[in-house]
Structure formats: C-alpha cells, structure tokens
C-alpha cells in the first residue's frame, strides 16, 4: 500500500494490474496521478473496479493523461463526440475491433492510451485480452530483431477483417470517412517515448506489408509476427463486471475483445487519448 492508499495488484507476470483504494469519480491529487501513470508504464494496462461514473467524469480523468481524440468512423455520444459507444446487439454475431489489434494505428500519430468503461454487459463472456509488445520483441531472436529495427510498416484502417468488425455501428452512427483514405507508414519496432524500451509495433488488424517489400514478401514474416506477438506469455484476461474500467498502453500494448456472448448486448464507453508520431 503507497501513503496515497492506492494498492497494486498484478494480474500476471507479463502484463496488467488491478488497481484499488481510488474513486474515479473524484478529482484526484498530483501524486495519486503520478501513482497510476507509473503503474500504466510498469504493467501496460491497469484496471480499476467498481467505479461509478458519468460520462462527464470519464472525460475528467481521461483529460490528466491526455487530450481525448475524436474516432474517425463512428460518431460518439451526441453530448461528448470524444466517448465512443462500443456496442454489440443481441442479434448481431460479429462484435466491434474483436481481432488482436493496437487502436487506429493507421493514423500519423496513433493514440497514446485507451480507456474502456462498462455500461452493459452480458450475463457472461466478453472478456478482453491484452498482450505485452517489450516481450514479444524482446523474445525474438537477435538476428530478427536486428532485421525489423530497420523496418518501417504500411498500416491500413481498410483491411478486411477489422473493417468488417466495424460496419454495423458505420451503418447505425457512420461518419462517411473512407477507410481506404487512412493509411499510415510507422516503425515495425517503435521505441517507446516514457520508458525507452522497444516495442514490436504491426498488428494483424491493420499491418499490410513492410516498406520496401511486397505484400507477397511480407506475408510469411508477417504471420510469423502476428502468431508470436500473442503468446499466452505475454498475455491477460480480464474479466469485465459492472463498474470496470480498463486503460492501457496503446503504444506498447495489443487487445483482443472475445465474440464469445452471443444474445446478448454489451456497451462499454471508450475514449483514446491523442498521441506522437512512433519512432
């Protein structure tokens, strides 16, 4: 227990932590800050439990981390067009970024942070997983990591199967941006800017191929990647309940919401904070 009464607890040993004894809903003093930003560099992803707060209050505490984004394709909430609803109805089978993916990384500064909180969920399932990017560069071999740290990667926000991931709530609160209008060219290592530490940076969502090379070419290193980068290793599992509130590292740290509660709705609020170019 830290003198601000904030309690840590890790979830594994490559990533996340649960983080107790701080209400949300209350402004919060410098050090109690400091305290949960370092706890976000240390474990990539924290969560917090049992929070009862309002959009507006969301918005609060995203606002000491960050300057919240606008999301390019769905329309957030009428009042705060910075929360984007992430829903999934009871008909519906395929449900909203469920693929292993780092948010919006085809645009030229990505976002720094993301932070998701649960408004509604299903009597079971759902869960979100969570993948530490330090690990699984670090674990490559030298001679692969020696090859990606010269690599630049082009991203894409039209690449099927994310794009189709997202097309019910286009079609309900669209924006009218063309996927195939965002595209970004970022480092296959990004350094991180807080904490120095390389991070392997392609994602099976939006990576289409290596600068230089074909996709073709790509491919086979590509899906090498993208299988290693989820090793259960480097992996959590957090179990949502009322009151959950997740935020992590997009820079350093990849996420895959489960398809697996189909019948039944599930709404959680998200806002991403504005980040840097990658280097």
């Known amino acids: 227990m830290r003198p601000t009464g904030l309690e840590i607890r890790p979830l594994t040993g490559g990533i996340g932590a649960e983080l107790f004894g701080v209400d949300l809903a209350a402004p919060l003093e410098q050090q109690m800050l400091a305290e949960i930003r370092q706890a976000l560099l240390d474990h990539l992803v924290i969560f917090f439990r049992e929070q009862d707060i309002t959009p507006e209050q969301q918005l609060a505490f995203a606002r000491y981390f960050g300057e919240p984004d606008i999301y390019p394709f769905v329309q957030g909430l009428p009042e705060h067009p910075e929360i984007t609803p992430i829903l999934k109805l009871e008909h519906e089978r395929v449900n ?56 630049k990667a082009h991203n894409s926000a039209a690449k099927g199967r994310v794009a189709q991931t997202r097309q019910a709530r286009i079609d309900d609160r669209g924006t009218g941006m063309d996927p195939e209008d965002l595209d970004s060219l970022h480092p296959a290592v990004r350094t991180h800017p807080e904490t120095g530490r ?73 806002i991403t904070l504005k980040g840097d170019t990658p280097k």
């Not at 976002?111 to 869960?127: K, S, V």
């Open 198 to 270: 390389k991070a392997l940076f392609v994602n099976v969502a939006h990576t289409v191929r290596f600068d230089g090379m074909s996709e073709e070419e790509s491919k086979p290193i590509l899906e090498y990647l993208f299988q290693h980068q989820v090793k259960p290793e480097f992996c959590c599992r957090f179990r949502w309940a009322p009151g959950s509130l997740a935020f992590w590292d997009n820079r350093c740290a990849q996420h895959n919401p489960v398809n697996d509660y189909h019948g039944h709705r599930r709404l959680l609020h998200r």
């Open 96 to 151: 909203f970024g469920g693929i292993w993916h780092s948010d919006t990384v085809y645009l030229d500064q990505p976002p720094m942070g993301t932070m998701l909180y649960a408004r509604e969920l299903p009597p079971f399932g759902g869960d979100t997983l969570f993948a530490n990017q330090y690990l699984a560069y670090e674990a490559l071999s030298a001679p692969l990591r020696g090859f990606l740290d010269g690599l």
